[in-house]
T-cell receptor
């Protein structure tokens, strides 16, 4: 069965600092992996996705993620965080049935 | 492109009434739409998958008679919460899927339902 784990419930970083949000997945086949961001009271916006090919994926807003099959991970990174990045971040895996399964989310707080 | 809208964005209703939420794909045709429910500070839980012209497939534990889903066209799906109760208060989010590679889902902005 598929599952997604985001071990960090809440992360606080200073503006300008680097960021890494962790995501581990469990899925028997080659996964399709996604990172979404949700601002309070809003829907989800896709940051980036991995289907195949280059394991380092570039997304919007300066985010990137690296797929590591050996570690079953798809961590999200940003070299310099902006105050506007404060939000909830969800990692998700798409199964063969093409349904999305989400992690529990990581709330990012950015302090000035 | 690939914009999904939801209406209304928020609704308050009395216990026992029914509420309809619309999900529209504005600039693409969506053969499949999904309905999610999100409780405060929690993740999205898939409620049902809706294919145009056929009955929705509900996830385990979701009452199909309470959450009626209609996918009448390739751009519109509706979720009706029947005889709503306070425990149905939640954030409901829809998504629509294109037929493209990876079957990416595009999400609506969500509907906040409060049942008094």
């Amino acid at each position: 069965a598929q599952s997604v784990t985001q071990p960090d419930i809440h992360i606080t970083v200073s503006e300008g600092a680097s960021l890494e949000l962790r995501c581990n997945y469990s899925y028997g086949a080659t996964p399709y992996l996604f990172w979404y961001v949700q601002s309070p009271g809003q829907g989800l916006q896709l940051l980036l996705k991995y289907f195949s090919g280059d394991t380092l994926v570039q997304g919007i807003k300066g985010f990137e993620a690296e797929f590591k099959r050996s570690q079953s991970s798809f961590n999200l990174r940003k070299p310099s965080v902006h105050w506007s990045d404060a939000a909830e971040y969800f990692c998700a895996v798409a199964t063969g049935a093409n349904n999305l399964f989400f992690g529990t989310g990581t709330r990012l707080t950015v302090i000035p | 492109g690939a914009v999904v809208s939801q209406h209304p964005s928020w609704v308050i209703c009395k216990s026992g009434t029914s509420v309809k939420i619309e999900c529209r794909s504005l600039d693409f045709q969506a053969t499949t739409m999904f309905w999610y429910r999100q409780f405060p500070k929690q993740s999205l839980m898939l409620m049902a998958t809706s294919n145009e012209g056929s009955k929705a497939t509900y996830e385990q534990g979701v009452e199909k008679d309470k959450f009626l889903i209609n996918h009448a066209s390739l751009t519109l799906s509706t979720l009706t919460v029947t005889s709503a109760h306070p425990e149905d208060s939640s954030f409901y989010i829809c998504s629509a899927r294109t037929g493209g590679r990876g079957n990416e889902q595009f999400f609506g902005p969500g509907t906040r339902l409060t049942v008094l």
